[in-house]
């Protein structure tokens, strides 16, 4: 069965640091999306990519992350410098058409210390 | 603002009996709901949707009922498992509109 990979799936960093998350869709899907989940509340969209391009950024920390699906499949997510409020869930998400069903990687668990 | 709204933080049922987990969203906009099933430390699992034209869908135990005109819908699990513990969430979106998740719902079906 087709799933999203992602890695790491357990990170800790030092706050200050540079941090990167990496994202593999399901084969065939053109929309890939990179949400945080903080404990007890719902996963929020940071970035939305339709093939390489973005097409929803707006939630995103711009002085901080950066995103980028160079050839339109897989996608890096990174944080510099990282700061303690980024501790969350971070999941990476892909669907065939935009804003239908997406199927979610496992996540990476981020701890700033 | 906050779209999508699960009000209900928890819910326990027993075994055997039917779930029902609630969401209410704002946005008229949407046209394309989800629901999505957590367990801790993974990622949300697909569980099933339904579009704007249907007012329900079901799959095995899952059944969605969407309320166009009370901007509502329900999940109802029957009968319910002890698999079925985890934390749900209802999202929407559709076309243009960008996927968004309520704050979910933690189910637990007591034997």
């Known amino acids: 069965e087709a799933e999203v990979a992602q890695s790491p799936r357990y990170k800790i960093t030092e706050k200050s640091q540079a941090v990167a998350f990496w994202c593999d869709p399901i084969?065939?899907?053109?929309?890939l999306y990179w949400y945080r989940q903080i404990l007890g509340q719902g996963p929020e969209l940071l970035v939305q990519f339709q093939d390489e391009s973005v097409v929803d950024d707006s939630q995103l920390p711009k002085d901080r992350f950066s995103a980028e699906r160079l050839k339109g499949v897989d996608s890096t997510l990174k944080i510099q410098p990282a700061e303690l409020g980024d501790s969350a869930m971070y999941l990476c998400?892909?669907?065939?058409?935009?804003?239908?069903?997406?199927?979610f990687g496992q996540g990476t668990r981020l701890t700033v210390v | 603002d906050q779209q999508v709204k699960q009000n209900s933080p928890s819910l326990s049922v027993q075994e055997g009996r039917i779930s029902i987990l609630n969401c209410d969203y704002t946005?008229?906009?949407?046209?394309?709901f989800l629901w999505y099933k957590k367990y801790p430390a993974e990622g949300p699992t697909f569980l099933i949707s339904?579009?704007?034209?249907?007012d329900k869908n079901e799959d095995g135990r899952f059944t969605v009922f969407l309320n166009k005109s009370a901007k509502h819908l329900s999940l109802h699990i029957v009968p319910s498992q002890p698999g079925d513990s985890a934390v749900y969430f209802c999202?929407?979106?559709?076309?243009?509109?960008?996927?968004?998740f309520g704050q979910g719902t933690r189910l637990t079906i007591n034997p």
């Open positions: 084969s065939g899907h053109a929309t």
């Open positions: 998400a892909s669907s065939f058409a935009p804003n239908t069903e997406a199927f």
């Open positions: 999202a929407a979106g559709g076309g243009a509109q960008k996927l968004v």
């Open positions: 339904i579009s704007s034209i249907k």
């Open positions: 946005n008229s906009m949407f046209d394309y």
